[in-house]
């Protein structure tokens, strides 16, 4: 067997989480740690949260698993005329590629709780590379 055939080695140093199998953590669950994560955010990040839904997928549109979530809407800093009839804004937080991304559920509610972050200061109009020096990106 040539070496790029070899499996992976997953104690090897580097390597980094293997993932934790879909099947063991339920859609419905995902949804729980999300709700759980919500109610432990500060008050003063979720208070200003108007006309915006958080929903769960299990992956992007494009099937990767590369992106953890997404901020669907307009930024507060750049809402004019935003108001009456719009339809809400949209935080997602996709499922699989969260899984991927750990190696166990308490792994998997911190980085809930960093991509909800992450996508609240995008409602707000904080920016990647702002989040970046923050220590949230």
Do not use: C, K
């Amino acid at each position: 067997m040539d070496d790029a055939q070899q499996p992976l080695d997953a104690d090897q140093p580097g390597d980094g989480p293997t993932g934790i199998d879909p099947a063991s953590v339920s859609a419905e669950r995902f949804d729980q740690m999300v709700v759980d994560q919500l109610d432990l955010l500060p008050d003063d990040m979720v208070d200003g949260l108007d006309n915006i839904v958080f929903v769960t997928e299990d992956r992007p549109e494009d099937g990767s698993l590369d992106l953890l979530g997404l901020y669907d809407g307009v930024a507060l800093t750049e809402r004019g005329q935003y108001g009456f009839g719009e339809l809400p804004d949209r935080i997602i937080l996709y499922r699989e590629p969260h899984l991927a991304a750990v190696d166990d559920e308490e792994a998997l509610a911190d980085e809930i709780h960093v991509t909800l972050v992450h996508e609240i200061a995008h409602f707000h109009g904080i920016d990647d590379e702002q989040l970046h020096d923050l220590g949230w990106a």
